[in-house]
């Protein structure tokens, strides 16, 4: 069973950057899109940014301007970089990666960012 591993998330202060990654731990067949989706205590689980097959990019309102999302297509590895962090990105950001035989989820990791 193939994983994402995701790495990079931990407390910064607000301003500041963070970049996370999210690799398999194996190879993923016919991979369509790659995105980020983040979770915030209390809340619902929601899109940050995706980069599908292309390079073509969508973000979340909230994040324009600040996030970059990023793909290594021949290691199948997806980056965000975060800007200007603000306390309200505070949550836990988890890797998603569709696929033709389904989809995959990382195991999350927590970005803190304090005021």
């Known amino acids: 069973q193939v994983q994402l591993v995701e790495s990079g998330g931990g407390l910064v202060q607000a301003g500041g950057s963070l970049r996370l990654s999210c690799a398999p731990s194996?190879?993923?067949?016919?991979?369509?899109?790659m995105a980020w989706y983040r979770q915030a205590p209390g809340k619902q689980r929601e899109l940050v940014a995706n980069i599908v097959n292309g390079g073509s990019t969508n973000y979340a309102d909230s994040v324009k301007g600040r996030f970059t999302i990023s793909r290594d297509n021949a290691k199948n590895t997806v980056y965000l970089q975060m800007n200007s962090l603000r306390p309200e990105d505070t949550a836990v950001y988890y890797c998603?990666?569709?696929?033709?035989?389904?989809?995959?989820w990382g195991q999350g990791t927590q970005v803190t960012v304090s005021s």
């Open positions: 194996g190879s993923i067949f016919g991979v369509a899109a």
């Open positions: 998603n990666v569709l696929a033709l035989r389904g989809t995959y």
